[in-house]
């Protein structure tokens, strides 16, 4: 997939993802109820029992820690697409020596045939290494799934409290939490009169963004770093970045930072419960992708040999 494809592929991503957790913020979440057909049957719903479940076994009833276990282990089976996905970007990284010698092999051609020629040999250089539109769309698979989990808890204040506010505690099927604060804090609630409430959420909006800064500050710092390391022994007048290349990484940090403050002003605007969800998220990313950075060499190692 060339780089405009990626830059398009990753501003639907956002844009689409935007829209989606804006339709679930717009309206009350203490009032609304779950209601759907699909996404609900396949997300919502066993993302609900799985909270149900922890609360009942090993999170004490406690909506907070609910929310911790519960991401931990959402993340944690949804590490196979993570796996695959950097086993892509791997990939990518043994084919980019290949495809700039078919593009040098071009350059200064403008004739049809030549295009023509180039692209058929980056097509099956690409088919040799495995790598297809479907690979490109993988991390797509996660968004359900994440998307699920954050729709599940912006409309729990519905579900665990009657119509005068108190928690549920007996004849209801998610009357197992006996508490819904931790440390003092509401989860149920947004920035309220309170002030311990109020500056709780904003606390926690400021440590996502520095989080999710953090994460992809460190994932930008490693990519730099492998591709240093790749063009290592690559004449220096051959490592400038094109044009192309340059606005492809300014249009990436754009579109991150972007999201990095569409996460804020969701956190701010939200109960306090989506906002420890998300911190909880980005830090197990940020582990996520350490461990997946150490184990890369090993796993550059085994797809040299095999291709």
Request: glycine letters at 6%; one cysteine or more; aromatic letters at 10%.
């Given at each position: 997939?060339?780089q405009q494809k990626k830059i398009f592929l990753a501003i639907a991503l956002i844009i689409g993802l935007a829209l989606v957790l804006t339709g679930c913020s717009s309206a009350d979440a203490t009032t ?276």
């Open positions: 997939m060339n609304r109820p779950i209601t759907g057909f699909v996404f609900e049957d396949l997300f919502v719903y066993p993302m609900a029992g799985l909270m149900w479940v922890t609360a009942k076994t090993i999170a004490f009833g406690n909506y907070g820690i609910v929310i911790v276990l519960s991401t931990i282990i959402v993340r944690t089976l949804a590490w196979p697409i993570y796996a695959k996905t950097n086993d892509m970007s791997l990939k990518m990284s043994l084919v980019q020596p290949e495809a700039d010698r078919i593009r040098a092999k071009y350059e200064g051609k403008e004739d049809e045939q030549s295009k023509q020629r180039m692209a058929m040999e980056t097509q099956q250089l690409y088919k040799k290494y495995g790598i297809g539109l479907g690979g490109c769309l993988l991390p797509l698979v996660q968004f359900p799934i994440f998307v699920g989990f954050y729709r599940t808890i912006s409309r729990m204040p519905a579900t665990i409290l009657d119509t005068e506010g108190n928690l549920l505690t007996s004849g209801h099927w998610l009357a197992v939490f006996n508490s819904v604060k931790i440390f003092g804090v509401n989860l149920l609630e947004g920035q309220t009169d309170n002030p311990t409430q109020k500056i709780a959420v904003i606390v926690l909006a400021v440590l996502v963004g520095i989080t999710q800064i953090l994460s992809l500050f460190i994932s930008q710092h490693r990519q730099k770093k492998a591709r240093a390391d790749q063009q290592a022994s690559v004449p220096s007048y051959r490592r400038q970045q094109t044009d192309t290349q340059k606005q492809t990484e300014k249009t990436m940090n754009i579109m991150m930072y972007a999201m990095t403050i569409m996460m804020v002003v969701f956190v701010l605007q939200s109960p306090a419960g989506l906002g420890l969800y998300w911190l909880v998220g980005n830090l197990y990313s940020t582990l996520q992708s350490y461990i997946g950075y150490k184990n890369s060499q090993k796993r550059l190692e085994v797809l040299k040999k095999k291709f």
